[in-house]
């Protein structure tokens, strides 16, 4: 072998071990920098006023507490442009953040400790969406037992042949609605060990299944209608009803759903002509022997039982988006429901005990990575929290835009709650950490505070994408595709969606 020779599979071999981190990895990278701010930004708080038991409570920077009458009177002399009924109704449940209280207290900085204890913090405060997970896991195991998921999987490939791209347009479409409406995104998790065989079917890869379930859920979320975890919160806190600026976020979310759409059928296309073009190409052997199985192109006949399994499969689904959506179900109920429909299907499949947990045990093993994933994420808002920066980030932003003029200001307040989310993940408590703050700075620039509510949810929306802290790690783990590829992948589509957006904002500021 010639020198040059050598020197060129050297540096392949190279290259091979200069892999990407795994998604434990970035995230403790991401604990381990948060841990350094908060020895770098000051600690500092605003004064938070929360409502129980037909009262007000005031908790001051100080550390001491008042209560105060329940009434619209307390809200106007504390600055909050709230109606009292938001409160007393369970619309804005968390403490709010009373405006212009913002005061340093003493340094919290996190250290070593505290940083190799956020992972097991994270378990403590995750442990109903670990549950859940771990409970999915179970069921799809129970379900792939019995033949049911092959068995779907090759119906449903007939039935699309020649229409594959529908399979997008159908699945980020339902998605996206779910989003927009009720908030549909942790859910999802469970859509993944379903659809991913599905696409893989089809003659995609991987990330065409990820994208059509995460770009789906993002993109409602982000544009957000009735959703009561952001829109509805974040209006109330703004002290305005959340039918203003409706119809510009849903002029949003059709010209964004369509663009993702677009731009993920463009991709499916590619990958489908020629394989090779796809990011993930070198994963195709492995993923297709994970998720489809040695026997997935022996054909399994759809007996009356298997038919069973799949409506129970599908109808556990259908319970579930009606739980969260009209019930008021969270992570307990949605677990109770799959621990209980996996039951159901054992006996119906006629599944003895010991195959029963072994099976059980082995489809719950398989998302373990993930839960420990939504662990370590948790882990990080400990941190932060616990080293109370988030409000001294949320004050420096209001200072940044004072003044400005009301174009750029609407702009820069979208990237400002973009970054504030990667601190704050939740939209529920995003909002009620800074609505009360920020709205009033819209009246500042001449701009009604429906703009505001509209920038919060682009901006948050948007770093969803990428976000560690937020679910995309977590649904990277259930389709192995680590965090470099699916940047890859999307951060073009999100340079579209920033432009977009900002355009929706704009337009809606000037005309």
């Not at 059980?360 to 839960?371: E, N, T």
């Not at 882990?379 to 004050?395: A, E, F, K, N, R």
């Not at 001449?446 to 901006?459: C, D, K, M, T, W």
């Amino acid at each position: 072998m010639s020198d040059l020779t050598q020197k060129a599979a050297d540096h392949q071999q190279r290259k091979r071990k200069l892999s990407f981190p795994t998604a434990f990895t970035v995230l403790l990278i991401v604990a381990a920098l948060v841990t350094l701010l908060t020895r770098i930004i000051p600690a500092g708080t605003y004064d938070k006023l929360s409502y129980a038991n037909n009262a007000f409570t005031v908790n001051y920077t100080t550390g001491d507490s008042k209560e105060f009458p329940a009434t619209q009177e307390t809200l106007n002399q504390l600055g909050i442009k709230a109606e009292l009924a938001k409160f007393t109704n369970g619309d804005i449940y968390k403490p709010v953040s009373i405006p212009d209280t913002y005061s340093e207290v003493a340094p919290h900085p996190q250290g070593v400790s505290d940083f190799f204890q956020s992972p097991v913090k994270g378990m403590y405060g995750s442990v109903d969406v670990v549950f859940f997970v771990l409970m999915i896991g179970g069921y799809i195991g129970i379900v792939h037992h019995c033949g049911a998921f092959t068995a779907g999987i090759q119906g449903l490939s007939h039935a699309f042949r020649g229409r594959e791209q529908w399979l997008i347009v159908i699945v980020m479409v339902l998605i996206a609605l779910g989003g927009t409406s009720f908030g549909l995104a942790e859910e999802t998790i469970a859509f993944y060990p379903i659809l991913v065989p599905i696409f893989l079917a089809a003659g995609y890869d991987a990330i065409v299944a990820l994208a059509a379930i995460f770009l789906g859920s993002s993109i409602g979320t982000m544009c957000s209608t009735v959703n009561p975890f952001s829109t509805i919160i974040a209006s109330n806190a703004a002290g305005i009803n959340w039918t203003a600026g409706l119809n510009s976020r849903l002029v949003m979310l059709v010209l964004g759903t369509l663009l993702c759409i677009a731009y993920l059928i463009r991709y499916a296309q590619k990958v489908k002509k020629d394989p090779g073009k796809s990011l993930i190409y070198s994963q195709k052997a492995e993923l297709e022997a994970h998720f489809l199985g040695k026997d997935a192109d022996q054909p399994v006949a759809m007996t009356g039982k298997i038919r069973l399994v799949l409506t129970i499969f599908s109808a556990s689904f259908l319970v579930m988006i009606y739980g969260v959506s009209s019930l008021g179900w969270w992570f307990t109920e949605m677990t109770t429901l799959f621990f209980v429909v996996a039951l159901v299907t054992g006996v119906v499949a006629g599944i003895d005990e010991k195959t029963f947990v072994r099976e059980f045990l082995a489809g719950a093993s398989d998302l373990l990575g993930v839960a420990l994933i939504i662990a370590i994420a948790r882990g990080v808002t400990i941190l932060m929290d616990q080293g109370m920066i988030s409000d001294s980030i949320l004050h420096g932003a209001t200072a940044l835009v004072t003044g400005m003029d009301k174009g750029l200001f609407i702009v820069v307040m979208m990237v400002l709650f973009a970054g504030i989310s990667f601190f704050v993940p939740s939209s529920s408590g995003l909002a009620v950490l800074s609505m009360p703050i920020m709205a009033p700075l819209a009246e500042v620039v001449g701009l009604p505070r429906e703009n505001i509510v509209s920038a919060y949810q682009f901006g948050m929306g948007l770093m969803a994408f990428i976000t560690p802290t937020g679910l995309i790690l977590a649904s990277l783990a259930m389709v192995n595709v680590t965090f470099d590829k699916w940047l890859k992948f999307v951060l073009p589509l999100m340079g579209m969606l920033i432009v977009l957006a900002a355009a929706m904002l704009l337009i809606c500021v000037y005309i």
